[in-house]
């Protein structure tokens, strides 16, 4: 009882969208947008509206907004170091001065804090070329990017608003930095806007199209985006959202979701074609579909499991993780013989990732029952397992949130929000911590 006093006090008092059944589900949204381009933001989109920039640097303050870049009080943050209207202060390594520096490598990982007890992160990010990993925090109603890359911040996004639901944030091939999200829904709502926010020449670019619940976002060699959207209403239509960021076409996929929970897993191959993993209306089970030949196929994977997670190889071939009960399953396919799924394990868990490295190597990442990351991997041939991070406090997936991305050399990086108790009011408060393979 005392622990579900707990995670009702952090609910109640820092709340956070980690998931998409923790956002009130809107009603039929009707069919999509004839012209995509109509501004649909919505009562909680807020500034800036479809096509227009939040501002350069800074810029001038939207109404609403507190203060502009060359002045007015800013927004210090929820916990530790300042962030002001601009970014966060810095320390004399160039970064958030709320960061810790990395740990010694210790059995093959290492840690750092990104964001200290009582701020707002997700546990959703990207890496850049050079490896350093970028963010997303939600601050006061307003959405920032955090990069643990030296000297680089980025000014407000121009996001005003409760906090929605973040899918995630890319880095492109010219280093732009694309976040997409959907907005927290209200409760008789008729649209469900997806929002892209850019981070191009300077400013933030905000575009909204329409889409339903974001599911998944990639950006290709070409700096095209790329994402999946269950459409809300009477069927759960999967659509594709894709081209250049200034451009982007909403397209039908002829896919139907069994219900709008689950999640639909995007990626992109070398020739910028999409492969997705999805659990269909019927026959009910785990799915894979792609667009490669020019329209959309699709192929049953497993007739059992929820929230399939997919990869590719640097071959191309496709993988798929899930859950299956308390099995853990991972699937690959063969031009030949089709899809061979195979338990590489038991774990009361939820899967977070799954990712193949240059190599082969297979990395899956799961949050177990307790809320703390478990990383597995094959790189010795045999499977691997490593939990992350400190003794939990036994808070639920649900109360948590991870993410993994390798780097060019094939590491896996893990960031995680924990729930963990303050040091001054022993009150259990979010803390996302970032975790590095080593050597």
């Given at each position: 009882m005392l622990l579900l006093a707990a995670v009702a006090g952090?609910?109640?008092?820092?709340?956070?969208?980690?998931s998409p059944w923790a956002i009130a589900k809107p009603p039929d949204a009707g069919a999509v947008d004839d012209d995509p381009d109509v501004d649909d933001a919505g009562a909680d989109g807020g500034e800036p509206t479809p096509g227009e920039d939040a501002g350069e640097d800074g810029g001038e303050p939207t109404p609403g907004e507190d203060g502009g870049a060359d002045g007015g009080p800013g927004d210090a943050g929820d916990a530790g170091g300042g962030v002001g209207n601009d970014g966060p202060?810095?320390?004399d390594g160039g970064v958030d001065v709320r960061m810790s520096e990395w740990s010694g490598c210790d059995a093959g990982w290492q840690q750092r804090t990104v964001l200290p007890a009582g701020t707002k992160g997700y546990?959703?990010?990207?890496?850049?070329a050079d490896g350093d990993a970028y963010f997303i925090e939600h601050t006061d109603d307003i959405l920032r990017v955090g990069t643990t890359k030296p000297w680089r911040t980025f000014p407000r996004t121009g996001w005003l608003g409760p906090q929605?639901?973040?899918v995630g944030v890319r880095v492109g091939p010219t280093g732009?930095?694309?976040?997409?999200?959907?907005?927290?829904?209200l409760e008789g709502d008729t649209d469900v806007p997806v929002h892209f926010l850019r981070y191009t020449a300077g400013r933030w670019v905000h575009t909204v199209k329409p889409g339903g619940l974001l599911w998944d976002l990639e950006v290709d060699s070409r700096g095209h985006l790329h994402a999946m959207s269950t459409w809300i209403g009477p069927e759960n239509r999967l659509l594709y959202t894709h081209g250049p960021p200034d451009a982007l076409v909403v397209e039908e996929t002829g896919l139907v979701l069994d219900d709008d929970i689950y999640r639909a897993s995007l990626q992109l191959d070398a020739r910028g074609h999409a492969h997705v993993a999805f659990i269909p209306r019927k026959p009910r089970g785990i799915h894979y579909a792609t667009n490669a030949s020019g329209a959309w196929v699709e192929e049953p994977v497993s007739s059992q499991g929820d929230d399939g997670y997919l990869a590719l190889s640097p071959s191309g071939t496709p993988y798929i993780a899930w859950m299956d009960s308390t099995h853990i399953m991972l699937a690959s396919r063969d031009a030949q013989t089709g899809w061979t799924a195979v338990s590489v394990g038991d774990e009361r868990a939820s899967m977070e990732a799954l990712a193949v490295s240059p190599t082969g190597v297979v990395h899956l990442l799961l949050t177990v029952w307790d809320g703390s990351p478990l990383h597995l991997s094959n790189a010795s041939g045999g499977w691997v397992r490593t939990r992350l991070g400190p003794e939990p406090l036994g808070f639920p997936p649900s109360a948590t949130g991870s993410s993994m991305e390798l780097d060019s050399q094939g590491r896996a990086h893990v960031m995680h929000t924990w729930l963990k108790p303050d040091e001054v009011s022993g009150r259990p408060l979010r803390t996302m911590d970032s975790y590095r393979q080593c050597q």
């Open positions: 952090v609910v109640a008092c820092e709340p956070i969208v980690l202060v810095l320390g546990g959703s990010f990207a890496l850049d929605p639901y973040v732009e930095v694309h976040v997409a999200l959907s907005p927290r829904y």
